[in-house]
């Protein structure tokens, strides 16, 4: 019986189906060889090997590929008025905001332009395997409204807000907190929810909100439980001595969050670059996320995330990576991957290549308390998914040419850590959003 809202994805899968920081990564990976997807309506109807599938579905038009088969890469941190102010010279947090970020996003006063960069944007997280992301917009609404309205053509899924920004900051990015409440009440009302559309309440940082603006974000976010909090937290030592200062009740920089009732399970904060053990603690009690940014960590000389700690068995937290553009080095989480892999070496941990992936799929969603939805190919979950091509260049190609082991899942691993260490937007052949073909590289 021929039903034409159905097709069928074949080719070879490797997804999660649990957490490889806390047991056997055999136990956590699953890869079909020869696999088949059956999509429905922009869902996973049926998955399952070919050979157990292709009595049933071989009548449907079905789309074939070579290569690897993963969930869409999630982006738990990335700034979309920076795109263009990626790889800017020379300072480190503080400086390069008030250098180059500052004066940028003042443009997105224009919703023309801010329309044109949400465009570019997101088809750059396309062109990446990026499919669902956390973005960072500015203080004006009409930049988060042209983001959602660019991401709602796309069908894609996409967390954002208004940044909240009320003091130690240029007049141009200041806003007054109950303006901008005002806004933010408009703004949930009007996007969270819809579509694949979901709302966060963004304070930029401690620095630049007043105690009113976190007091009236800690009321919002208990009147709408639902709705996300994002931030950054514990990214620069300089950052973290005037947060001190400006917030002098408060024991450490996440107690400033948490005094006014911002950390909860639906809580991310970028970078955590220098936290406690108590912080770390506490975030894993709290059910809060760590967005992991390496290439922006580098780039700004920020400092080397414990990735170990953050997993560990005892106060495991909740991580995803983010590319954090423009202070991130690249859109592409292969690229995140690569760059978290050099982090680790250099504080003598490791960071295996299906520890990588499941922190840019399945770890990023139940970050974002969206597993039940995304991050695998459990059935009726969203179909995002991404081809990559293992050979995408002639060096990869010689490589994995050179490659003699000859157990299955090692060779994928092998061929995932050399997209992961020598890959980038090349080795994306095609990406898929709700079930549709979003991006095709020839
Ligand atoms: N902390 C506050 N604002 C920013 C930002 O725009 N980028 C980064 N990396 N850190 C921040
Ligand atoms: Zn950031």
């Not at 929810?193 to 620095?207: E, Q, S, V």
């Not at 490791?350 to 597993?371: E, I, P, R, V």
Request: proline letters at 4%.
């Amino acid at each position: 019986m021929l039903n034409s809202s159905l097709k069928a994805i074949r080719g070879s899968f490797v997804d999660f189906v649990d957490d490889p920081f806390s047991r056997s990564e055999v136990e956590c990976v699953r890869y079909l060889q020869d696999g088949l997807m059956i999509l429905e309506n922009g869902k996973i109807l049926e998955f399952d090997t070919y050979a157990n599938l292709s009595d049933r579905y071989s009548h449907l038009p079905t789309e074939i590929y070579e290569g690897l088969i993963l969930p869409g890469f999630i982006d738990l941190h990335v700034h979309y008025p920076q795109t263009e102010m990626i790889a800017a010279y020379g300072e480190q947090l503080l400086e390069w905001l008030d250098k180059y970020v500052f004066p940028t996003e003042q443009k997105f006063q224009d919703l023309d332009y801010a329309r044109k960069i949400a465009s570019f944007f997101l088809d750059q997280l396309l062109l990446n395997g990026t499919t669902t992301a956390v973005v960072l917009t500015t203080i004006f609404s009409g930049s988060v409204e042209v983001l959602f309205e660019e991401a709602q053509k796309r069908s894609m899924r996409l967390i954002a807000g208004q940044m909240l920004m009320s003091r130690n900051a240029p007049n141009f990015l200041i806003n007054e907190p109950h303006k901008a409440d005002a806004e933010n009440r408009k703004l949930i009302h009007k996007w969270h929810g819809k579509d694949r559309l979901l709302y966060a309440i963004t304070p930029r940082f401690a620095i630049t909100s007043t105690e009113t603006e976190l007091k009236l974000a800690g009321k919002l976010k208990a009147e709408f439980p639902d709705v996300y909090i994002h931030t950054h937290l514990s990214e620069n030592l300089k950052e973290i001595e005037f947060t001190a200062s400006l917030f002098p009740d408060s024991t450490d920089y996440l107690n400033v969050y948490e005094q006014f009732g911002l950390i909860g399970d639906r809580s991310i904060f970028a970078h955590c670059v220098h936290l406690s053990d108590s912080a770390f603690q506490r975030l894993s009690l709290a059910g809060a996320a760590i967005a992991y940014c390496p290439t922006s960590n580098l780039f700004l000389g920020s400092g080397l995330f414990n990735l170990e700690q953050a997993k560990s068995k005892a106060y495991p937290v909740k991580v995803g990576l983010g590319s954090d553009v423009g202070a991130g080095t690249s859109f592409s989480q292969l690229k995140s991957m690569g760059e978290a892999y050099r982090i680790s070496q250099l504080q003598q941990q490791n960071l295996s290549a299906f520890k990588a992936f499941y922190l840019a799929t399945l770890g990023g969603a139940k970050a974002l308390s969206l597993d039940p939805k995304l991050g695998n190919f459990d059935l009726g979950k969203e179909a995002d998914f991404v081809v990559l091509e293992p050979n995408a260049t002639p060096l990869l190609t010689l490589r994995n040419s050179a490659y003699t082991g000859n157990l299955p899942l090692d060779a994928i691993a092998s061929q995932l850590f050399g997209l992961m260490i020598l890959g980038d937007e090349r080795a994306i052949k095609a990406t898929y959003i709700n079930g549709e073909l979003a991006q095709f590289r020839d």
